[in-house]
């Protein structure tokens, strides 16, 4: 079992930044960040395997990076140049193998609660 807890959340205005944390309680080999706006599907937002191999979604290319720190078995999403569209609820996401599926929900087994990012319009 691996447990996932998000923080980091908030509101911030059109513009501004935030940095997404996620504590996981054992290794994973494939992290993720997920979101989920209202009415709408989940989404994978970035992902990065121990090897180093990261993606993202179009929509944040250049304005969200993803990172982890193995020793405290920490992922982290840093969300600059924010936009109204990336309000949603952000999950972090675990799997305890290489994904090549990176952002496809389904590929992972292990899911923090959420955290709630508001960017007002």
């Known amino acids: 079992q691996v447990q996932l807890v998000e923080s980091g959340g908030g509101s911030v205005q059109a513009g501004g930044s935030l940095r997404l944390s996620c504590a996981a309680s054992?290794?994973?080999?494939?992290m993720a960040w997920f979101r989920q706006a209202p009415g709408k599907e989940r989404e994978g937002v970035a992902a990065?395997?121990?090897?180093?191999?990261?993606t993202y979604a179009d929509s944040v290319k250049g304005r969200f990076t993803i990172s982890k720190d193995n020793a405290k078995n920490t992922l982290y999403l840093q969300m600059n140049s924010l936009k109204p569209e990336d309000t949603a609820v952000y999950y972090c996401?675990?799997?305890?193998?290489?994904?090549?599926?990176?952002?496809?929900?389904?590929?992972?087994?292990?899911w923090g609660q959420g955290t709630q990012v508001t960017v007002p319009a």
């Open positions: 996401a675990a799997e305890r193998r290489w994904l090549y599926l990176l952002l496809k929900t389904y590929e992972y087994t292990y």
């Open positions: 054992g290794y994973s080999f494939t």
């Open positions: 990065i395997r121990d090897d180093g191999i990261t």
